[in-house]
């Protein structure tokens, strides 16, 4: 008679980087497009862009814009590694981030019209990246 054990291992496979990080800087590039594009309309429009009596130049927020969803990228790739399941993780974490991001422009010395455009354009980014990143992980 022949016994075979079988032991539980843990096996950490990789998928290649490539498919989520090509996609993700596609959308970074977007969701910067999209808030210059936004604020520079809103200004266009009327809206100061003036926040403590120093006005944000149009091509800052796209600056700003590309800084942090490179962020939300980093996240995702450790979530990807890291977490059991990183499209959950993922979302979870960058919609309450996206939130919390709104909370300064809440506070912020600036108009009413001002707050709500710099909320506008977190908003924008936010449904640019986070969707582009998060359908490129594991459920």
């Known amino acids: 008679m022949t016994t075979t054990?079988?032991?539980?291992?843990?096996?950490?496979?990789t998928a290649p980087v490539k498919p989520l990080v090509?996609?993700?800087l596609v959308a970074v590039v977007g969701a910067s497009v999209a808030t210059a594009a936004v604020a520079g309309v809103g200004?266009?429009?009327g809206i100061s862009l003036?926040?403590?009596g120093a006005p944000i130049p149009v091509p800052g927020f796209a600056t700003l814009t590309?800084?942090?969803?490179?962020v939300g990228l980093l996240l995702a790739l450790g979530l990807?590694?890291?977490a059991r399941h990183p499209?959950?993780?993922f979302v979870r974490t960058t919609v309450a981030l996206t939130a919390?991001?709104?909370v300064p422009d809440v506070l912020a010395d600036a108009a009413t019209a001002t707050k709500a455009l710099l909320m506008l354009t977190h908003l924008v980014a936010a449904v640019i990246v986070i969707p582009a990143i998060a359908r490129r992980l594991a459920a």
């Open 43 to 45: 200004n266009l429009a």
């Open 80 to 82: 990807r590694r890291f």
């Open 50 to 52: 003036n926040v403590s």
């Open 100 to 102: 919390l991001s709104l």
């Open 22 to 24: 090509l996609p993700a």
């Open 87 to 89: 499209r959950t993780a």
């Open 66 to 70: 590309a800084v942090f969803s490179l």
């Open 5 to 13: 054990t079988t032991t539980a291992s843990t096996v950490t496979t």
